[in-house]
């Protein structure tokens, strides 16, 4: 925080900035997707989980704290690691998770070593997403789940819009579709366990303004000098109004993908929820 000035934190992005203001960085869907993964993966505390891209941590330690699992969490930015480790001891699930800095696309793990890799969205970061996909099944065992969930358009995007994310987040992205990720993620061996779509809610003006509202209230911001933290408000707050406009053209799905030695044949006999009046 001694280094921020009113010049520099006009051309901070997004991805240091989480750790900066210390943000409850969620996967798309936020604690509900969390939440369901790890039901509908039987997590439990004989499990060894892998989160790519922890930022400041809060999925490993919704995790930790619902399933008692084993989670080494890893990302590339030292300062989002140490909140991350912050928060992990003060919500007592530290001895559960090792937090490191390590590259997603070259972790060096051992061949077979995780139990699930859980990549939410960050595989949509990388320039060579099946390289980083390739590596979340080197590093996965046998029978072990791919937990992930990507962001994708719903409504084609302006290129000024696109442009403007691009930047935010220091990615030079382009739009992908759910079929996109369906065919990244349709490996050899894998089987499609469980597969959710969802849309994000329509945020309003006042809605991102109480949210970053609340951020600012934190009492590391709070004691910074009056003009670097409104510099810093005011950048913060940009990120989230644009975020609000990019999503509002976007959804994500929720997927679990099984490393399987033998396929099995495709279910013929469905069924749907029956509804009785």
């Not at 070259?106 to 699930?116: I, Q, S, V």
């Not at 996909?133 to 791919?146: C, H, P, S, T």
């Amino acid at each position: 925080m001694k280094t921020l000035n009113i010049d520099t934190i006009q051309t901070i992005k997004y991805f240091p900035m989480i750790g900066i203001v210390k943000e409850t960085n969620r996967p798309p869907g936020g604690m509900t997707s969390i939440r369901k993964i790890a039901h509908n993966a039987f997590l439990n505390s004989k499990k060894d989980v892998l989160e790519v891209g922890t930022a400041t941590g809060v999925t490993a330690i919704e995790l930790a704290k619902l399933t008692a699992c084993n989670i080494t969490a890893i990302d590339i930015d030292d300062n989002n690691l140490s909140v991350a480790r912050e928060r992990a001891e003060k919500e007592n699930v530290a001895h559960l998770i090792s937090f490191e800095n390590r590259d997603a696309t070259d972790t060096k793990f051992e061949n077979k070593t995780f139990d699930m890799v859980f990549c939410g969205n960050v595989t949509s970061y990388f320039d060579d997403k099946i390289k980083a996909i390739k590596e979340y099944d080197r590093v996965l065992k046998d029978n072990g789940l791919i937990a992930a969930i990507p962001m994708y358009y719903i409504n084609k995007p302006s290129e000024k819009l696109v442009s403007e994310v691009s930047d935010a987040i220091d990615v030079n992205i382009s739009p992908l579709y759910k079929k996109d990720w369906v065919d990244f993620f349709n490996l050899p061996g894998y089987e499609l366990v469980s597969c959710e779509d969802y849309a994000f809610d329509n945020i309003s003006d006042n809605g991102v303004k109480e949210y970053v509202d609340i951020i600012f209230k934190q009492p590391h911001l709070e004691s910074l000098e009056f003009e670097v933290r409104s510099a810093l408000y005011s950048r913060y707050s940009y990120f989230m109004h644009l975020f609000r406009t990019n999503l509002s053209h976007m959804g994500f799905s929720l997927m679990l993908l099984r490393k399987v030695s033998s396929p099995t044949e495709p279910e013929l006999f469905t069924a749907r929820a029956l509804v009785l009046e």
